[in-house]
């Protein structure tokens, strides 16, 4: 009888003690309504507080960068915080350099809104747009690598730079009961307005890759932001360098396609690295390209092709089968997109071609 | 085995969901403390230390990293590809460390043996102690770990 009487006194009293907290919660992160000046009150946002900045601007259609949907661990969704909002958090630190911080510049998605606040955001940010799409077509590139074309609903149009990239939004899926965000560059043409072409190549244990190479179907809806990113072909180069690996082909092929298109009369090389033959794909795609331009010219390398590729082209690090092609980096400008080890072994072979550094464009991924 | 409410939160962030899809633990029903002290025994057991397993990943994540996108031989006997992705992953146990999503795949052709981790598993193995639960898609029992590189015979 005395353990039961003790039992439910202690079961009683965390339950008040509980109610209290839940109470004390409600009121203590109860910030109310807040305002969000933007550039000098070129723009004024009401917001409920307590969320984060980024996606309180999200919820008002302004879309800042965020790879890793509010996660801190991509780095990108950096604005600048005109009021004190605190210290910069340790989430935060890795991500901003001491001259950053100086000037305000914070994580939107660990920045959390409790009062009214000033920030400035490049006028290129409100370009970016929501667009709902269904998926029309999914092909199998190699065995890790699919391609998605997603048409835009009727009326929806998009204006983009050749090289930049949208977020997609996974659904919950099987354990999964978040959404993720995930950036993905446009493969397609910038004339294809109606829709956006996205190569996506799995990541062991990904969240939004899983959700994209198991779970999303022919005729699924998507929700895309975009178009993001400052990797887009630059007009005066002599003679395109481009060298890429794995899904990092995605914006090399929109960018060569776009300068086709425009009847741009420059060079192009294109130098795709690969492991095996297993992980080339879009071969006859370039192949005809070369035929139609004779201006460009792929180059697959393959690093460690197997007997069985019976494979007759160039093999070896990428790095070394360009610099059989390409004698000087002068005047030429080189637009790199892979893997970070892969760019920057681009960047310091390039460097020592005489490329210049503010030649050398790149998106690591 | 009770445990505290950091351990707990750590649980929760090794669920599916929360960092990866299919998350550190796999189908293990232990609680963590238990995977981590069932691990534990079995290094110590070996003679050696988790920053020695760690360590040795390293230098075979390393080695992989100069040549990217190849695979690279080592000693005549083992492969190395690393492969990396976009971004990067925090580690579950909220230290605010995070990894490049980048991943070693080592051969072994003397045992005939492959394995494969994450910039993440060197990260939680030489600070943590942690191999991941059983059935988890990273898991490779420390015992066989350190066989395959070649720490112990």
């Known amino acids: ?365 | 085995m009770k445990q505290n409410p950091k351990m707990k939160l750590i649980q929760e962030n090794m669920q599916p969901g929360a960092y990866t899809a299919h998350g550190f633990l796999g189908d293990d029903t232990r609680s963590l403390k238990d995977i981590l002290r069932t691990d534990d025994q079995a290094v110590t057991s070996m003679g050696i230390t988790h920053k020695d397993i760690a360590a040795r990943m390293m230098y075979f994540t390393e080695f992989g990293k100069e040549a990217p996108d190849s695979v690279v031989i080592l000693d005549g006997v083992y492969e190395v590809l690393v492969d990396d992705h976009r971004g990067f992953i925090p580690c579950p146990f909220a230290d605010n460390a995070k990894e490049f999503k980048s991943n070693t795949k080592l051969y072994n052709r003397d045992q005939d043996r492959e394995i494969y981790w994450s910039d993440l598993n060197i990260h939680m193995i030489s600070e943590h102690g942690f191999y991941e639960g059983q059935g988890s898609f990273f898991r490779t029992d420390p015992v066989d770990l350190a066989k395959i590189l070649g720490l112990i015979e």
């Open chain 1, 1 to 365: 009888m005395e353990i039961l009487k003790t039992i439910l006194s202690v079961t009683g009293i965390s339950t008040v003690l509980t109610v209290l907290i839940i109470i004390a919660e409600r009121f203590l992160n109860n910030y109310g309504e807040c305002k969000i000046d933007i550039n000098d009150s070129e723009k004024e946002l009401t917001v409920d507080g307590g969320s984060s900045l980024l996606s309180s601007l999200a919820s008002n259609k302004i879309f800042i960068p965020s790879a890793c949907g509010g996660k801190a661990t991509c780095g990108l969704c950096k604005i600048k915080v005109l009021s004190d909002v605190g210290p910069v958090l340790p989430t935060e630190e890795p991500f901003l350099t001491p001259e950053e911080i100086k000037d305000g510049i914070r994580l939107s998605c660990q920045v959390k809104i409790k009062k009214d606040i000033k920030v400035s955001i490049p006028e290129e940010l409100f370009n970016i747009k929501e667009y709902h799409a269904t998926v029309s077509r999914i092909s199998d590139m190699t065995h890790d690598i699919k391609e998605y074309r997603l048409e835009f609903d009727a009326g929806e149009e998009i204006k983009f730079k050749a090289g930049q990239y949208m977020q997609i939004e996974s659904k919950p899926y099987g354990k999964i009961k978040e959404k993720a965000v995930r950036a993905y560059s446009i493969s397609s043409v910038p004339s294809d307005t109606k829709a956006v072409e996205l190569i996506i190549r799995r990541v062991p244990g990904g969240l939004c890759t899983t959700y994209m190479h198991d779970h999303i179907k022919e005729g699924d809806r998507v929700r895309i932001t975009g178009p993001y990113g400052d990797f887009y072909r630059r007009d005066d180069s002599d003679q395109y360098v481009f060298m890429a690996g794995g899904s990092g082909m995605a914006p090399i092929k929109s960018i060569a396609m776009d300068i086709i298109e425009k009847g741009i009369d420059k060079e192009m090389f294109f130098f795709f690295g690969a492991v095996g033959k297993k992980d080339l794909y879009h071969t006859e795609f370039f192949r005809n390209l070369e035929k139609e331009y004779p201006k460009f010219k792929y180059i697959p390398a393959l690093s460690n092709a197997a007997p069985e590729d019976n494979w007759e082209g160039e093999t070896g690090l990428v790095t070394d089968v360009m610099k059989n092609y390409i004698d000087t980096g002068s005047g030429k400008h080189a637009y790199l997109c892979g893997s970070p080890g892969m760019i920057n072994a681009c960047i310091k072979v390039l460097v020592s071609m005489d490329f210049k550094e503010e030649s050398i464009y790149y998106d690591k991924f």
